[in-house]
Protein backbone atom coordinates (compact mmCIF):
# COMPACT_ATOMS: atom_id res chain seq x y z
CA UNK A 1 0.00 0.00 0.00
CA UNK A 2 0.89 3.40 -0.71
CA UNK A 3 1.90 5.86 2.08
CA UNK A 4 1.09 8.74 -0.06
CA UNK A 5 0.20 9.26 -4.05
CA UNK A 6 0.32 12.35 -5.79
CA UNK A 7 -1.54 12.41 -8.90
CA UNK A 8 -0.83 15.43 -11.52
CA UNK A 9 -0.97 17.78 -8.59
CA UNK A 10 -0.74 21.27 -9.82
CA UNK A 11 -0.88 24.42 -8.20
CA UNK A 12 -0.68 28.17 -9.65
CA UNK A 13 -1.36 30.83 -7.07
CA UNK A 14 -3.24 34.46 -7.09
CA UNK A 15 -0.21 36.14 -8.77
CA UNK A 16 -0.16 33.69 -11.51
CA UNK A 17 3.04 31.68 -10.43
CA UNK A 18 2.49 27.87 -11.26
CA UNK A 19 4.57 26.70 -8.43
CA UNK A 20 3.28 22.83 -9.23
CA UNK A 21 3.12 21.89 -13.28
CA UNK A 22 1.59 18.09 -12.76
CA UNK A 23 3.60 16.40 -10.17
CA UNK A 24 3.15 12.92 -9.75
CA UNK A 25 4.86 10.81 -7.23
CA UNK A 26 4.22 7.64 -5.32
CA UNK A 27 5.42 6.67 -1.51
CA UNK A 28 5.63 3.43 -0.33
CA UNK A 29 4.57 2.74 3.36
CA UNK A 30 7.92 2.57 5.33
CA UNK A 31 10.00 4.10 2.61
CA UNK A 32 12.35 7.46 3.61
CA UNK A 33 12.23 9.62 0.66
CA UNK A 34 14.18 12.50 0.25
CA UNK A 35 12.06 15.97 -1.74
CA UNK A 36 15.26 17.64 -3.03
CA UNK A 37 15.07 21.21 -5.20
CA UNK A 38 16.90 24.15 -5.46
CA UNK A 39 14.62 27.34 -3.52
CA UNK A 40 11.37 27.81 -5.16
CA UNK A 41 10.64 24.45 -6.95
CA UNK A 42 7.73 23.62 -5.17
CA UNK A 43 9.04 21.36 -2.52
CA UNK A 44 7.10 23.12 0.23
CA UNK A 45 4.18 23.94 -1.75
CA UNK A 46 3.81 20.28 -1.83
CA UNK A 47 3.87 19.77 1.65
CA UNK A 48 1.63 22.46 1.99
CA UNK A 49 -0.51 20.84 -0.38
CA UNK A 50 -0.57 17.75 1.77
CA UNK A 51 -1.20 18.86 4.89
CA UNK A 52 -3.94 21.07 3.59
CA UNK A 53 -2.25 24.92 4.21
CA UNK A 54 -2.59 25.64 0.91
CA UNK A 55 -5.17 24.32 -1.72
CA UNK A 56 -4.51 22.28 -4.81
CA UNK A 57 -5.63 23.52 -8.35
CA UNK A 58 -5.93 20.60 -9.65
CA UNK A 59 -4.76 16.63 -8.88
CA UNK A 60 -5.13 14.46 -6.46
CA UNK A 61 -3.55 13.98 -3.35
CA UNK A 62 -4.25 10.36 -0.92
CA UNK A 63 -2.36 9.71 2.49
CA UNK A 64 -2.72 6.02 3.36
CA UNK A 65 -5.49 5.27 1.19
CA UNK A 66 -7.60 8.58 1.96
CA UNK A 67 -8.00 11.00 -0.68
CA UNK A 68 -8.07 14.74 0.84
CA UNK A 69 -10.49 15.70 -1.39
CA UNK A 70 -12.97 13.02 0.02
CA UNK A 71 -11.72 11.98 3.53
CA UNK A 72 -9.65 15.04 4.59
CA UNK A 73 -10.16 14.26 8.19
CA UNK A 74 -9.18 10.85 7.91
CA UNK A 75 -6.05 11.77 5.74
CA UNK A 76 -4.66 14.82 8.08
CA UNK A 77 -4.53 11.92 11.12
CA UNK A 78 -1.59 9.65 9.07
CA UNK A 79 0.49 12.44 8.79
CA UNK A 80 2.50 14.51 11.28
CA UNK A 81 4.30 17.46 9.85
CA UNK A 82 7.16 19.62 10.58
CA UNK A 83 7.17 22.58 9.31
CA UNK A 84 9.82 24.74 7.67
CA UNK A 85 9.23 27.59 10.14
CA UNK A 86 8.57 27.61 13.70
CA UNK A 87 4.41 27.42 14.21
CA UNK A 88 3.91 27.43 17.79
CA UNK A 89 3.14 29.77 20.13
CA UNK A 90 6.38 30.91 22.03
CA UNK A 91 4.66 32.32 25.26
CA UNK A 92 3.29 28.78 25.88
CA UNK A 93 5.24 26.09 27.80
CA UNK A 94 6.79 23.25 25.62
CA UNK A 95 4.56 20.27 27.59
CA UNK A 96 1.26 22.22 26.78
CA UNK A 97 2.25 22.51 23.42
CA UNK A 98 2.33 19.26 22.47
CA UNK A 99 -0.35 18.17 25.03
CA UNK A 100 -2.62 20.49 23.13
CA UNK A 101 -1.83 19.17 19.75
CA UNK A 102 -3.05 16.02 20.92
CA UNK A 103 -6.04 17.44 22.11
CA UNK A 104 -6.19 18.71 18.47
CA UNK A 105 -6.55 14.59 17.31
CA UNK A 106 -8.82 13.79 19.92
CA UNK A 107 -6.29 12.28 22.04
CA UNK A 108 -7.37 12.28 25.88
CA UNK A 109 -5.67 14.69 28.09
CA UNK A 110 -4.49 11.85 30.61
CA UNK A 111 -2.73 9.82 27.77
CA UNK A 112 -1.55 13.09 25.93
CA UNK A 113 0.53 14.02 28.81
CA UNK A 114 2.40 10.47 29.11
CA UNK A 115 3.00 10.57 25.49
CA UNK A 116 3.97 14.74 25.53
CA UNK A 117 6.70 12.90 27.96
CA UNK A 118 7.70 10.08 25.98
CA UNK A 119 8.20 12.14 22.65
CA UNK A 120 9.31 15.49 24.56
CA UNK A 121 12.43 12.83 26.80
CA UNK A 122 13.37 11.34 22.77
CA UNK A 123 14.04 14.34 21.87
CA UNK A 124 16.18 15.18 24.47
CA UNK A 125 13.78 18.49 25.53
CA UNK A 126 11.73 16.93 29.11
CA UNK A 127 13.90 18.94 30.97
CA UNK A 128 12.80 21.92 30.28
CA UNK A 129 8.98 20.28 29.84
CA UNK A 130 7.96 23.38 32.07
CA UNK A 131 9.15 26.34 30.38
CA UNK A 132 7.83 28.72 27.76
CA UNK A 133 9.22 27.74 24.24
CA UNK A 134 10.18 31.41 23.46
CA UNK A 135 13.62 30.20 25.93
CA UNK A 136 14.47 27.21 23.01
CA UNK A 137 17.30 27.48 21.30
CA UNK A 138 17.13 27.26 17.27
CA UNK A 139 17.77 23.59 17.41
CA UNK A 140 15.75 22.96 20.66
CA UNK A 141 12.84 24.75 18.62
CA UNK A 142 12.72 22.32 15.67
CA UNK A 143 12.83 18.99 18.25
CA UNK A 144 9.91 20.89 19.78
CA UNK A 145 8.66 20.17 16.51
CA UNK A 146 9.29 16.97 15.93
CA UNK A 147 8.25 16.06 19.00
CA UNK A 148 4.88 17.65 18.50
CA UNK A 149 4.33 15.96 15.17
CA UNK A 150 5.37 12.53 16.37
CA UNK A 151 2.67 13.12 19.80
CA UNK A 152 -0.36 11.77 17.72
CA UNK A 153 1.73 9.25 15.90
CA UNK A 154 1.24 9.28 12.34
CA UNK A 155 1.81 7.26 10.18
CA UNK A 156 3.63 9.27 7.76
CA UNK A 157 6.14 12.27 8.81
CA UNK A 158 7.00 14.42 6.75
CA UNK A 159 9.65 17.38 7.42
CA UNK A 160 10.71 20.30 5.52
CA UNK A 161 13.92 21.25 6.13
CA UNK A 162 14.38 19.88 9.48
CA UNK A 163 18.14 20.54 10.16
CA UNK A 164 17.95 24.14 9.14
CA UNK A 165 20.73 25.79 11.56
CA UNK A 166 21.31 23.49 13.74
CA UNK A 167 24.67 22.46 14.88
CA UNK A 168 26.36 19.19 13.39
CA UNK A 169 26.19 17.16 17.28
CA UNK A 170 22.18 17.97 17.00
CA UNK A 171 21.78 17.21 13.53
CA UNK A 172 23.60 13.95 14.23
CA UNK A 173 21.48 12.96 16.93
CA UNK A 174 18.52 13.93 14.67
CA UNK A 175 19.69 11.58 11.55
CA UNK A 176 19.38 8.93 14.37
CA UNK A 177 15.96 9.59 15.86
CA UNK A 178 14.50 9.45 11.53
CA UNK A 179 16.42 6.77 11.14
CA UNK A 180 15.13 5.06 14.28
CA UNK A 181 11.75 5.96 13.66
CA UNK A 182 11.55 4.59 9.94
CA UNK A 183 13.10 1.02 10.65
CA UNK A 184 10.34 0.82 13.03
CA UNK A 185 7.52 1.24 9.91
CA UNK A 186 7.03 5.01 9.70
CA UNK A 187 7.28 6.42 6.21
CA UNK A 188 9.65 10.13 6.46
CA UNK A 189 9.27 12.53 3.40
CA UNK A 190 12.34 14.90 3.93
CA UNK A 191 13.21 18.03 2.47
CA UNK A 192 16.51 19.41 2.63
CA UNK A 193 19.02 21.60 1.22
CA UNK A 194 21.91 19.23 2.69
CA UNK A 195 22.85 16.51 -0.04
CA UNK A 196 24.57 14.82 2.56
CA UNK A 197 21.31 14.47 4.67
CA UNK A 198 19.43 12.87 1.60
CA UNK A 199 22.17 10.60 0.88
CA UNK A 200 22.82 9.27 4.70
CA UNK A 201 19.51 9.17 5.51
CA UNK A 202 17.12 8.48 2.12
CA UNK A 203 16.24 5.34 0.05
CA UNK A 204 14.51 7.01 -2.71
CA UNK A 205 15.19 10.41 -4.06
CA UNK A 206 12.70 12.74 -5.75
CA UNK A 207 14.32 15.93 -7.43
CA UNK A 208 11.82 18.66 -8.32
CA UNK A 209 13.11 21.46 -10.55
CA UNK A 210 10.61 24.44 -10.95
CA UNK A 211 7.87 22.79 -10.36
CA UNK A 212 8.27 19.77 -12.00
CA UNK A 213 9.17 15.98 -11.26
CA UNK A 214 12.63 15.85 -12.75
CA UNK A 215 13.94 12.63 -11.03
CA UNK A 216 12.12 10.04 -9.32
CA UNK A 217 14.17 7.22 -7.97
CA UNK A 218 15.53 4.62 -5.72
CA UNK A 219 19.22 6.33 -4.70
CA UNK A 220 21.05 3.86 -5.62
CA UNK A 221 19.74 4.04 -9.03
CA UNK A 222 20.32 7.26 -8.79
CA UNK A 223 23.71 7.31 -7.94
CA UNK A 224 24.67 5.58 -10.57
CA UNK A 225 23.87 8.14 -13.15
CA UNK A 226 26.45 10.37 -11.99
CA UNK A 227 29.27 9.00 -14.71
CA UNK A 228 32.06 11.09 -13.57
CA UNK A 229 33.56 12.17 -10.19
CA UNK A 230 36.03 14.74 -8.90
CA UNK A 231 38.13 14.06 -6.45
CA UNK A 232 40.54 17.03 -4.89
CA UNK A 233 44.47 16.21 -4.71
CA UNK A 234 46.23 18.00 -2.47
CA UNK A 235 49.87 18.43 -3.61
CA UNK A 236 53.07 17.41 -1.07
CA UNK A 237 54.52 20.18 -3.52
CA UNK A 238 53.74 23.07 -5.71
CA UNK A 239 52.76 22.17 -9.16
CA UNK A 240 55.32 23.40 -11.40
CA UNK A 241 54.66 22.21 -14.94
CA UNK A 242 52.01 22.31 -17.47
CA UNK A 243 48.14 20.74 -16.39
CA UNK A 244 48.81 16.85 -17.31
CA UNK A 245 46.25 15.34 -20.44
CA UNK A 246 45.28 11.76 -19.63
CA UNK A 247 42.70 10.49 -21.32
CA UNK A 248 39.25 10.02 -19.63
CA UNK A 249 40.64 12.76 -17.05
CA UNK A 250 40.09 16.38 -16.70
CA UNK A 251 42.58 18.25 -14.69
CA UNK A 252 42.14 21.90 -12.99
CA UNK A 253 44.61 23.40 -11.08
CA UNK A 254 42.61 25.64 -7.94
CA UNK A 255 45.67 26.86 -6.41
CA UNK A 256 49.79 26.04 -6.71
CA UNK A 257 48.80 23.25 -4.05
CA UNK A 258 45.65 21.87 -5.15
CA UNK A 259 44.83 19.52 -8.13
CA UNK A 260 41.35 18.59 -9.06
CA UNK A 261 40.71 15.77 -11.11
CA UNK A 262 37.48 15.08 -12.68
CA UNK A 263 37.52 11.18 -13.28
CA UNK A 264 34.92 9.30 -15.89
CA UNK A 265 33.25 6.21 -13.95
CA UNK A 266 34.36 4.01 -16.92
CA UNK A 267 38.16 4.65 -15.95
CA UNK A 268 40.47 3.05 -13.15
CA UNK A 269 41.95 5.52 -10.72
CA UNK A 270 44.70 3.22 -10.25
CA UNK A 271 45.69 4.74 -13.98
CA UNK A 272 45.40 8.29 -12.44
CA UNK A 273 47.73 7.05 -9.96
CA UNK A 274 50.11 5.71 -12.45
CA UNK A 275 50.28 8.89 -14.56
CA UNK A 276 50.69 11.02 -11.29
CA UNK A 277 53.61 8.66 -10.52
CA UNK A 278 55.07 9.43 -13.80
CA UNK A 279 55.21 12.66 -13.68
CA UNK A 280 56.53 12.80 -10.19
CA UNK A 281 53.51 14.53 -8.63
CA UNK A 282 53.60 13.84 -5.13
CA UNK A 283 49.68 13.64 -3.79
CA UNK A 284 49.32 13.90 0.30
CA UNK A 285 45.23 13.17 0.45
CA UNK A 286 42.36 12.77 -1.64
CA UNK A 287 38.86 13.83 -1.24
CA UNK A 288 35.79 14.38 -2.96
CA UNK A 289 34.84 17.83 -4.13
CA UNK A 290 31.35 17.73 -3.14
CA UNK A 291 29.03 14.45 -2.25
CA UNK A 292 28.16 12.31 -5.23
CA UNK A 293 24.42 13.70 -4.60
CA UNK A 294 25.72 17.38 -5.17
CA UNK A 295 27.38 16.87 -8.05
CA UNK A 296 24.25 14.78 -9.80
CA UNK A 297 22.12 17.39 -8.31
CA UNK A 298 23.41 20.43 -9.78
CA UNK A 299 24.03 18.51 -13.23
CA UNK A 300 20.20 17.79 -13.26
CA UNK A 301 19.03 21.18 -11.74
CA UNK A 302 21.57 23.74 -13.98
CA UNK B 1 -13.01 12.37 13.93
CA UNK B 2 -15.62 11.19 16.04
CA UNK B 3 -17.89 12.97 18.11
CA UNK B 4 -15.63 12.18 21.35
CA UNK B 5 -12.53 13.11 19.62
CA UNK B 6 -14.63 16.23 18.59
CA UNK B 7 -15.49 16.72 22.29
CA UNK B 8 -11.78 16.34 23.15
CA UNK B 9 -10.90 18.96 20.57
CA UNK B 10 -13.19 21.15 21.96
CA UNK B 11 -12.55 21.30 25.56
CA UNK B 12 -8.09 21.44 24.07
CA UNK B 13 -9.10 24.73 22.24
CA UNK B 14 -11.02 25.78 25.68
CA UNK B 15 -8.56 24.92 28.08
CA UNK B 16 -5.69 26.73 25.84
CA UNK B 17 -7.88 29.87 25.65
CA UNK B 18 -8.38 29.86 29.44
CA UNK B 19 -5.02 29.34 29.98
CA UNK B 20 -4.04 32.03 27.85
CA UNK B 21 -6.52 34.41 30.09
CA UNK B 22 -5.27 33.67 33.35
CA UNK B 23 -1.79 33.33 31.95
CA UNK B 24 -2.00 37.23 31.14
CA UNK B 25 -4.66 37.90 33.42
CA UNK B 26 -2.59 41.48 34.21
CA UNK B 27 -3.74 42.33 30.34
CA UNK B 28 -6.94 40.48 30.69
CA UNK B 29 -8.94 40.70 34.35
CA UNK B 30 -7.20 43.49 36.13
CA UNK B 31 -7.89 46.14 33.80
CA UNK B 32 -11.42 45.89 33.65
CA UNK B 33 -11.80 44.99 37.47
CA UNK B 34 -9.87 48.58 38.05
CA UNK B 35 -11.46 50.74 35.49
CA UNK B 36 -14.96 49.36 36.20
CA UNK B 37 -14.19 49.98 39.88
CA UNK B 38 -12.94 53.83 38.81
CA UNK B 39 -16.73 54.17 37.34
CA UNK B 40 -18.31 53.19 40.28
CA UNK B 41 -16.65 55.47 42.25
CA UNK B 42 -17.04 58.40 40.07
CA UNK B 43 -19.75 58.38 38.23
CA UNK B 44 -21.54 56.10 40.70
CA UNK B 45 -20.60 57.70 44.18
CA UNK B 46 -18.98 61.56 43.61
CA UNK B 47 -21.10 62.40 40.35
CA UNK B 48 -23.80 60.05 40.81
CA UNK B 49 -24.68 61.05 44.36
CA UNK B 50 -25.34 64.98 42.65
CA UNK B 51 -27.77 63.19 40.07
CA UNK B 52 -31.66 62.31 41.43
CA UNK B 53 -32.88 59.16 40.83
CA UNK B 54 -33.85 57.36 37.36
CA UNK B 55 -36.98 55.36 37.15
CA UNK B 56 -37.42 54.86 40.66
CA UNK B 57 -32.98 53.73 41.15
CA UNK B 58 -30.19 55.62 42.46
CA UNK B 59 -27.88 56.35 39.46
CA UNK B 60 -24.64 54.09 40.91
CA UNK B 61 -27.94 51.32 40.70
CA UNK B 62 -28.73 52.29 37.28
CA UNK B 63 -25.43 52.25 35.72
CA UNK B 64 -24.29 49.12 37.11
CA UNK B 65 -26.38 47.07 34.76
CA UNK B 66 -24.54 48.96 31.33
CA UNK B 67 -21.35 48.65 33.24
CA UNK B 68 -21.26 44.99 33.40
CA UNK B 69 -23.09 44.46 30.11
CA UNK B 70 -20.06 46.84 28.55
CA UNK B 71 -17.26 44.75 30.40
CA UNK B 72 -18.57 41.09 28.78
CA UNK B 73 -19.39 42.95 25.17
CA UNK B 74 -15.66 44.30 25.76
CA UNK B 75 -13.95 41.37 26.74
CA UNK B 76 -15.72 38.93 24.72
CA UNK B 77 -15.05 40.47 21.43
CA UNK B 78 -11.30 41.86 22.88
CA UNK B 79 -10.48 37.98 24.05
CA UNK B 80 -11.27 36.47 20.56
CA UNK B 81 -9.95 38.64 18.30
CA UNK B 82 -6.73 39.22 19.80
CA UNK B 83 -6.16 35.67 20.48
CA UNK B 84 -7.67 34.45 16.74
CA UNK B 85 -5.05 37.16 15.09
CA UNK B 86 -1.82 36.63 18.05
CA UNK B 87 -2.23 32.38 16.76
CA UNK B 88 -2.73 33.75 13.15
CA UNK B 89 0.69 36.17 13.81
CA UNK B 90 2.78 33.69 15.11
CA UNK B 91 1.33 30.96 12.45
CA UNK B 92 0.47 28.64 15.69
CA UNK B 93 -3.05 28.40 14.14
CA UNK B 94 -1.30 26.53 11.77
CA UNK B 95 -1.19 23.27 14.55
CA UNK B 96 -5.05 23.68 14.66
CA UNK B 97 -5.60 24.11 10.75
CA UNK B 98 -3.38 21.09 9.97
CA UNK B 99 -5.26 18.52 12.44
CA UNK B 100 -8.86 16.58 12.02
CA UNK B 101 -10.61 19.41 14.24
CA UNK B 102 -13.36 20.46 12.19
CA UNK B 103 -13.94 24.17 11.66
CA UNK B 104 -17.28 24.40 13.67
CA UNK B 105 -14.80 22.81 16.88
CA UNK B 106 -12.08 26.04 16.20
CA UNK B 107 -14.60 28.37 15.82
CA UNK B 108 -17.07 26.55 18.95
CA UNK B 109 -13.43 26.73 20.99
CA UNK B 110 -12.51 29.91 20.65
CA UNK B 111 -16.22 31.43 21.23
CA UNK B 112 -15.91 29.24 24.67
CA UNK B 113 -12.69 31.31 25.53
CA UNK B 114 -14.54 34.55 24.62
CA UNK B 115 -17.57 33.75 26.51
CA UNK B 116 -15.45 32.29 29.86
CA UNK B 117 -13.29 35.41 30.32
CA UNK B 118 -16.30 37.75 29.13
CA UNK B 119 -18.42 36.13 32.33
CA UNK B 120 -15.49 35.89 34.39
CA UNK B 121 -14.70 39.62 34.00
CA UNK B 122 -18.84 39.78 34.07
CA UNK B 123 -18.71 38.36 37.42
CA UNK B 124 -15.89 40.49 38.76
CA UNK B 125 -17.77 43.75 38.20
CA UNK B 126 -20.91 42.32 40.11
CA UNK B 127 -18.86 41.41 42.59
CA UNK B 128 -16.76 45.30 42.75
CA UNK B 129 -20.41 46.62 42.32
CA UNK B 130 -22.27 44.77 45.61
CA UNK B 131 -19.43 46.96 47.24
CA UNK B 132 -20.82 49.90 46.22
CA UNK B 133 -24.74 49.19 45.81
CA UNK B 134 -27.21 46.57 46.58
CA UNK B 135 -28.46 44.91 43.31
CA UNK B 136 -31.97 43.78 42.62
CA UNK B 137 -32.31 40.52 40.48
CA UNK B 138 -35.77 40.57 38.61
CA UNK B 139 -35.17 37.89 36.30
CA UNK B 140 -32.58 35.39 36.88
CA UNK B 141 -32.96 33.63 33.59
CA UNK B 142 -33.34 36.40 31.33
CA UNK B 143 -29.92 37.99 33.00
CA UNK B 144 -28.29 34.99 32.41
CA UNK B 145 -29.53 34.51 28.90
CA UNK B 146 -28.42 37.91 27.94
CA UNK B 147 -24.94 37.86 29.08
CA UNK B 148 -24.65 34.62 27.15
CA UNK B 149 -26.05 35.93 24.01
CA UNK B 150 -24.34 38.83 24.47
CA UNK B 151 -21.07 37.53 25.36
CA UNK B 152 -21.28 34.63 22.05
CA UNK B 153 -22.36 37.47 20.16
CA UNK B 154 -19.46 39.49 20.62
CA UNK B 155 -16.95 36.53 21.00
CA UNK B 156 -17.90 35.50 16.67
CA UNK B 157 -17.53 38.91 15.92
CA UNK B 158 -14.07 39.20 17.54
CA UNK B 159 -13.40 36.07 15.64
CA UNK B 160 -14.36 37.52 12.10
CA UNK B 161 -12.60 40.55 13.08
CA UNK B 162 -9.35 37.97 13.85
CA UNK B 163 -9.43 35.95 10.46
CA UNK B 164 -9.10 39.30 8.51
CA UNK B 165 -6.52 41.01 10.42
CA UNK B 166 -3.72 41.48 8.91
CA UNK B 167 -2.22 44.11 11.44
CA UNK B 168 -2.53 44.52 15.27
CA UNK B 169 -4.09 47.91 14.58
CA UNK B 170 -6.97 46.17 12.53
CA UNK B 171 -7.76 43.92 15.81
CA UNK B 172 -7.83 47.31 17.95
CA UNK B 173 -9.20 49.45 15.28
CA UNK B 174 -13.17 47.84 16.28
CA UNK B 175 -13.28 48.01 19.68
CA UNK B 176 -11.87 51.65 19.92
CA UNK B 177 -13.58 53.30 17.04
CA UNK B 178 -16.99 51.29 16.56
CA UNK B 179 -17.70 49.27 20.12
CA UNK B 180 -16.92 51.80 22.20
CA UNK B 181 -18.53 54.83 20.93
CA UNK B 182 -21.90 52.20 20.26
CA UNK B 183 -22.09 50.99 24.17
CA UNK B 184 -21.38 54.43 25.66
CA UNK B 185 -24.29 55.63 23.39
CA UNK B 186 -25.94 52.18 24.14
CA UNK B 187 -27.98 53.88 27.43
CA UNK B 188 -24.66 52.43 29.61
CA UNK B 189 -24.62 56.07 31.66
CA UNK B 190 -28.29 57.26 31.01
CA UNK B 191 -31.76 56.51 30.45
CA UNK B 192 -33.21 57.33 26.49
CA UNK B 193 -35.06 59.29 27.70
CA UNK B 194 -33.44 61.97 28.96
CA UNK B 195 -32.28 62.38 25.52
CA UNK B 196 -34.41 65.11 23.10
CA UNK B 197 -36.38 64.10 20.37
CA UNK B 198 -33.22 63.80 17.64
CA UNK B 199 -30.73 62.10 19.76
CA UNK B 200 -33.21 59.82 20.84
CA UNK B 201 -34.41 58.35 17.93
CA UNK B 202 -30.55 57.93 16.79
CA UNK B 203 -30.18 56.05 19.84
CA UNK B 204 -32.63 53.87 18.87
CA UNK B 205 -30.71 52.95 15.76
CA UNK B 206 -27.89 51.94 18.56
CA UNK B 207 -28.30 47.87 18.89
CA UNK B 208 -26.59 47.71 21.74
CA UNK B 209 -28.74 49.91 23.67
CA UNK B 210 -31.37 46.80 23.03
CA UNK B 211 -28.74 44.94 24.64
CA UNK B 212 -27.89 46.79 27.73
CA UNK B 213 -31.57 47.48 27.94
CA UNK B 214 -32.62 44.00 28.03
CA UNK B 215 -29.99 43.28 30.80
CA UNK B 216 -31.06 46.49 33.28
CA UNK B 217 -34.28 44.78 33.23
CA UNK B 218 -33.59 41.51 34.13
CA UNK B 219 -31.63 43.12 36.98
CA UNK B 220 -33.76 46.28 37.63
CA UNK B 221 -37.16 45.42 35.50
CA UNK B 222 -37.39 48.57 33.73
CA UNK B 223 -37.35 48.76 30.35
CA UNK B 224 -38.21 50.94 27.14
CA UNK B 225 -37.99 48.59 24.39
CA UNK B 226 -40.07 45.30 24.03
CA UNK B 227 -37.10 42.41 25.74
CA UNK B 228 -39.18 39.12 23.76
CA UNK B 229 -37.69 41.08 20.27
CA UNK B 230 -34.78 42.52 21.82
CA UNK B 231 -34.00 38.97 22.52
CA UNK B 232 -34.85 37.33 19.64
CA UNK B 233 -32.98 40.15 17.21
CA UNK B 234 -30.11 39.22 19.22
CA UNK B 235 -30.15 35.60 18.85
CA UNK B 236 -30.99 35.48 15.01
CA UNK B 237 -27.88 38.03 14.40
CA UNK B 238 -26.07 35.83 17.00
CA UNK B 239 -26.92 32.59 14.50
CA UNK B 240 -26.40 34.70 11.48
CA UNK B 241 -22.91 36.04 12.70
CA UNK B 242 -22.22 32.08 13.81
CA UNK B 243 -22.51 30.87 10.03
CA UNK B 244 -20.77 33.79 8.55
CA UNK B 245 -17.85 32.80 10.69
CA UNK B 246 -17.58 29.32 10.44
CA UNK B 247 -17.84 30.32 6.49
CA UNK B 248 -15.15 32.17 6.56
CA UNK B 249 -12.88 30.00 8.40
CA UNK B 250 -13.96 27.61 5.75
CA UNK B 251 -12.79 29.90 2.93
CA UNK B 252 -10.01 30.89 5.47
CA UNK B 253 -9.17 34.61 3.99
CA UNK B 254 -5.33 35.13 4.87
CA UNK B 255 -5.37 31.51 6.89
CA UNK B 256 -4.84 29.19 3.78
CA UNK B 257 -3.12 29.79 0.24
Given amino acids: MLALELKQLRKTYANGVEALKGISLSVEKGSFIGLLGPNGAGKSTIISIINSLTRKTSGDVTINGHNIDYALSAAKAQIGVVPQEFNFNIFEKIQQIVINQAGYYGIPYREAAIRAKKYLSMLELWGQHNHIARILSGGMKRRLMIARALVHEPEVLILDEPTAGVDVEIRRSMWDLLQQLNSRGKTIILTTHYLEEAETLCDRIAIIHQGNLIQDTTKKQLLALLDVETFVLDLAEPLRMTLPILDGFKFKQTDPMTLEAECSKKKKLNELFSFLNEHNILVCSMRNRSNRLEELFLRLTR | ?257
Fill in chain 2, 1 to 257: MIAKQMWIAFETLTRKELMRCFRIWPQTIMPPAITMTLYFVIFGKLVGSQIHEIEGFTYIQYIVPGLVMMSIIMNAYINTSSSFFGSKFQRSIEEILVSPTPNVIILCGFIMGGVMRALIVGSIVTTIALFFTHLHLHHFLLMFLVALLTAVFFSIAGVINGVYAKTFDDVSWIPSFVITPLTYFGGVFFSTSMLSGLWQKIAYLDPILYIVNAFRYSLLGVSYANIEISVSVLFIFTTVLFFYALHLLRVSPGLRN
